[in-house]
Nanobody, 115 residues
Framework: QVQLVESGGGLVQPGGSLKLSCKVS????????VGWHRQAPGKEREFVAN???????QYAEFLKGRFTISRDQVKNTVYLQMNSLETEDTAVYYC?????????WGQGTQVTVSS
């Protein structure tokens, strides 16, 4: 069974940056898309960004261009570069991978934006 392991979360001040990584145990070219959701305390999980097998990307509108998703197909890793972080970005960030209707989730990594 495929496994996804996130890393790179932590505490950062408003306006700062973090880069999250999602290491996939299988060839990411096998998946229709790989991406990120996030869940803030007391809120539902929401879509952040994804990248499909052709390299096309999608982003949540609320990001306003602050985040960038990318991939390294040799390392089977997907990244989320987060810039100009705001306190509202505080959440657990989850990586996922889709094949048809099957979605696999990682365990999540905590991002806290606070002064």
């Amino acid at each position: 069974q495929v496994q996804l392991v996130e890393s790179g979360g932590g505490l950062v001040q408003p306006g700062g940056s973090l880069k999250l990584s999602c290491k996939v145990s299988e060839n990411i070219a096998n998946f229709d898309n790989v991406g990120w959701h996030r869940q803030a305390p007391g809120k539902e999980r929401e879509f952040v960004a994804n990248i499909n097998v052709d390299g096309l990307t999608q982003y949540a509108e609320f990001l306003k261009g602050r985040f960038t998703i990318s991939r390294d197909q040799v390392k089977n890793t997907v990244y989320l570069q987060m810039n100009s972080l705001e306190t509202e970005d505080t959440a657990v960030y989850y990586c996922y991978a889709n094949i048809n209707t099957r979605r696999t989730w990682g365990q999540g990594t905590q991002v806290t934006v606070s002064s």
